[in-house]
Every structure is written in C-alpha cells, then in structure tokens.
C-alpha cells in the first residue's frame, strides 16, 4: 500500500476548504491522501490570523517572516507534499484599509482590471499573494487558487448543472455568485455553512470536471495541481518524507 499525498490548503473559510477537498480527490482519481487546513484554524475561533482575506494575508506574511523572508523556507511547505493557498479574485477590488491591515509590503489593492476576461484580474492578484509571501515567482509544490469572483462561482456550477447562467464562461465574472444563490428557488437554497457544504461535497467532486471544463481559473488550478503533482518526484530526494509514487495519468 502506498503512502497518501499529504497536502495542506491556506483557504479565506472553511467552506472554502471544503470544496477544495471535493476537488483534490476529484483530481487524485482515487489515490489516497491526507488534507490539512493550515488557515483559518477553526481549533481557537479562526486562530491568530482570523478568517476571509485578511486571515490569508497575516498567515502569508507570518509564514514569510518565519521561512528567513519568502515562503521557501518556511516549515508550512516543508511539512506538505502539496501547499494550495486560495484567495478569491473579489479580492483585487477590496483595500488594505477595508480590513485594517497596516504597512502592507506595497500598496497594491485594489488591483481589479476589466472582466472578462477574468485571468487579468487573477494574473494580477496572484502577483499581490506572492509579495505577501515574498515570492517572485511560485514555489514548487505550491499551488495558487484564485477562483472568479468566489469560490461560489464554482459551486453553483458544479451543483446546478441545469442552470443556464452557470454554465456560462461570463458566468466568473458575476460579480456577487452568492447572491445567486439566494435567489434560488427555497427549495433548492443552501447556506454557506460547512455542514450543508459537507452534505454537497461528493456531488462537487463529481462534478469537477464539467466546472474544469466550463470555468476558466477552475481549469488553470486544475492544470497547476496536477503540474505540481508531478513536480513533486523531481524533488523527492530533497523531502523528509519523499512524494507517493504517481498514480496519475500523466
């Protein structure tokens, strides 16, 4: 028996970490892994760092500061075969004051740009998350998750396959998904609480490749996983604990 992918997410919520788990085993076609989710830690109210963007943003800066000044050398990807960090794209047009957040490394929110398309808002968003981790460019092994708008853009197409507007490329740029949701019929309404996402999490695995194939960013992530999935056996000999052999098409 092989051993499992251990693999660790930095998420704004802990749905957020939910449907991010939905699609990991989605993804890893059966093979068995291990999921942690680093931030928001739900163990002390959220931990240190608080939930939502702003949570993601103190985690990255801490993990930055611990790792000698960029996420390289930090335990938290040391630890993991795989580190995914999520930041919705409704971020770009949020500002560091909104979430009082002082001395950012540069004032560079809001970062928002003409939608769609919608790569030139994440392009430029992910650009704001690597200077939070003081990174140039993305680290092996970790992957970046920058769904347009929300994360609920690709929820309500993975659930609602028979509704025309998620179905529909445009569809990443609406710019409040969750208000959709409520405007739903009561019968088929759910709330963002984890036990409701829970009850829906197979469903969305399920139906990962329709979102992939659908939503532009759900398929850059997608292809950025799998890229790392393979990534990782380069790297083997330099891990404490190797990476689990490949159980993937390649």
């Known amino acids: 028996m092989s051993k499992p992918w251990r693999i660790a997410v930095v998420v704004e919520g802990p749905t957020d970490s939910i449907v991010l788990e939905a699609i990991v085993r989605s993804l890893l076609a059966g093979a068995d892994f291990e999921f942690q989710t680093l931030q928001p830690d739900d163990s002390a109210a ?3 760092h608080g939930p939502g963007w702003a949570g993601v ?17 930090s335990s938290a990807l040391s630890r993991w075969d795989l580190l995914i960090i999520h930041l919705d794209a409704d971020v770009a047009g949020k500002t560091y004051a909104s979430a009082n957040i002082k ?17 030139h808002t994440t392009d430029t968003l992910r650009t704001v998350l690597l200077g939070w981790l003081d990174e140039q460019t993305c680290p092996p092994r970790t992957i970046l998750c920058t769904p347009s708008k929300t994360m609920d853009a690709w929820v309500l197409t993975a659930i609602f396959p028979d509704k025309d507007i998620f179905q529909k490329e445009d569809w990443e740029c609406h710019f ?4 959709q949701l409520n405007a739903l019929p009561q019968q088929k309404r759910f709330s963002k609480r984890k036990r409701d996402y829970l009850e829906r ?8 490749p329709r979102v992939s194939t659908t939503l532009t960013e ?31 098409p390649a």
């Open 46 to 48: 959220f931990g240190p």
């Open 57 to 73: 943003y103190r985690w990255s800066r801490q993990v930055a500061e611990e790792g000698g000044r960029s996420l390289s050398g």
């Open 103 to 119: 001395s950012p490394p540069q004032d560079n929110l809001p970062c928002e740009r003409l939608c769609p398309p919608p790569r």
């Open 176 to 179: 409040n998904p969750e208000k």
């Open 201 to 208: 999490s197979e469903e969305i695995s399920q139906a990962w």
């Open 218 to 248: 759900a398929k850059r992530f997608e292809e950025d996983f799998l890229h790392a999935i393979h990534g990782c056996h380069e790297q083997s000999d330099n891990l404490p604990h190797g990476c689990p052999p490949p159980q993937l």
